[in-house]
């Protein structure tokens, strides 16, 4: 069974520039989930979707983040305009709908903001 | 504030020896606690669980212990091999609002010496 996928690995970019992740969740589960860790601190929580739904967004830091799951599958995260306290490492994690607690990372997409 | 709190960053033991990794928590409202492993430029790895109403969950090498009243959790790992070497995040959930997010402490590496 193929794991959380995400893309890009890595971006860099200019401050101003709008930059879009994508997740693939694990086939299958309903739950995604976007965090992030931004350079020696916690990894911190950023939205929920339940299938096509945003359950919590709570952790968005505002509203130059945008994200989206249309359809219920893959989601894609948009920065725009990326400001340089953006970078971080961003990743997706995903769970079926029984059994919530577990939750399945990606790799991550490291996210250099110049 | 940080409601999951890893307060050493480090810790190094002797392959074959025990090592313990500590976490403690302030929020009384969190019922499902994880620990997941990272090495370098991957994402989180989910190692193991535990929820509230146990005191001690063991799987192989692993073992995770909760303390309620003392807001304290601990993972040992027994005996310890050099590939268990990694940054390790304790993490909690809660009920609250039906939000199924995780909270995560800093993260401390652990390196085990051959």
């Known amino acids: 069974e193929a794991g959380v996928t995400q893309f890009p690995s890595h971006s860099v970019i200019e401050k101003g520039q709008t930059v879009t992740l994508r997740c693939d969740p694990i086939s299958g589960h309903d739950n995604l989930y976007w965090y992030r860790r931004v350079m020696g601190k916690e990894i911190k929580f950023l939205l929920h979707?339940?299938?096509?739904?945003?359950?919590?967004e709570s952790g968005m830091p505002n509203n130059r983040f945008l994200a989206e799951r249309t359809g219920g599958t893959y989601s894609t995260l948009k920065v725009q305009p990326a400001e340089l306290e953006d970078s971080g490492v961003y990743f997706c994690?995903?769970?079926?709908?029984?059994?919530?607690?577990?939750?399945?990372f990606g790799p991550g997409t490291r996210l250099l903001v110049l | 504030d940080q409601q999951v709190k890893q307060n050493s960053p480090s810790l190094s033991v002797q392959e074959g020896r025990i090592s313990i990794l500590n976490c403690d928590y302030t929020n009384s409202m969190f019922d499902y606690f994880l620990w997941y492993k990272k090495y370098p430029a991957e994402g989180p790895t989910f190692l193991i669980s535990?929820?509230?109403?146990?005191d001690k969950n063991e799987d192989g090498r692993f073992t995770v212990f909760l303390n309620k009243s003392a807001k304290h959790l601990s993972l040992h790992i027994v005996p310890s091999q050099p590939g268990d070497s990694a940054v390790y995040f304790c993490a909690a959930k809660g009920s609250q609002g039906g939000s199924e997010k995780l909270v995560f402490g800093k993260g401390m590496k652990l390196t085990v010496n051959p």
């Open positions: 535990i929820s509230s109403i146990k």
């Open positions: 994690a995903s769970s079926p709908w029984e059994g919530l607690e577990t939750q399945y």
């Open positions: 979707f339940v299938k096509e739904s945003k359950q919590d």
